[in-house]
């Protein structure tokens, strides 16, 4: 059987660990969306690890994988533990600030299915109609070289660290979003 470290956003001060059903198996890699049962309720988290080793007490399995694509990389992940160790912040709590909140808060979630099988979970209040996919890009504005980096960045290392990775991505990084349309938004 498969284990994997599923952060939630809760102020938990680490992930815990699910098991992963042999149907969702191919989608359970480290940066992806799963929805996992909660203390009688469900919630979405993101795998952190994959191939951990059993837990002392029963792992509880992982109840859907909607996305086809991881949506968080491996430097965005790394970038998300150095915020939680340098703000001291939970793990789920760092990741629910890099996504949008429809793909990924403490709202209950949305399952549904579609006519291909497929299984899309989106997290916000049932009110909410016409949710559209879009995908965000996070760019650095102007790349500038290290003499120019030592000099905006002298006073803020930690701030530098953030931009140098974003840069090590080739200058942007992009993320799966999902938000409400013109006409939800309004009310309608």
Same mark, same amino acid.
């Given at each position: ?5 599923? &952060? ?5 001060? %680490?992930? =815990? ?13 480290? *940066? ?39 949506? =968080? ?22 990741? +629910? ?13 949305? @399952? ?10 989106? %997290? !916000? %209040? ?13 760019? =650095?504005?102007?790349? %500038?070289?290290?003499?120019? +980096?030592?000099?905006?960045? !002298?006073? !803020? ?7 140098? &990775? ?6 942007? &990084?992009?993320?799966?979003? &999902?938000?409400?349309? +013109? @006409? !939800?938004?309004? *009310?309608?």
């Amino acid at each position: 059987m498969t284990f994997v470290d599923v &952060a939630l956003p809760l102020a938990l001060p %680490t992930a =815990l660990t699910y098991s992963v059903p042999d149907e969702l198996k191919e989608r359970a890699v480290a *940066g992806a969306r799963v929805l996992v049962p909660v203390k009688g309720r469900e919630m979405v988290g993101i795998i952190t690890a994959t191939g951990r080793p059993a837990p002392a007490a029963r792992a509880r399995d992982i109840l859907e994988a909607p996305d086809e694509t991881p949506v =968080l990389d491996s430097t965005l992940l790394q970038l998300a533990d150095w915020m939680g160790a340098h703000y001291a912040a939970s793990p789920g709590l760092v990741l +629910r600030a890099m996504l949008p909140a429809a793909l990924y808060s403490e709202g209950r979630p949305i @399952r549904r299915k579609g006519a291909d099988g497929s299984v899309e979970v989106i %997290t !916000a %209040t049932p009110s909410m109609k016409g949710l559209e996919k879009t995908e965000r890009v996070f760019a =650095l504005a102007q790349d %500038t070289g290290l003499l120019e +980096r030592d000099r905006r960045f !002298a006073r !803020a290392p930690r701030q530098r660290e953030a931009v140098e &990775a974003i840069a090590g991505l080739g200058g942007q &990084a992009s993320v799966l979003a &999902a938000h409400a349309g +013109r @006409r !939800a938004r309004r *009310g309608a």
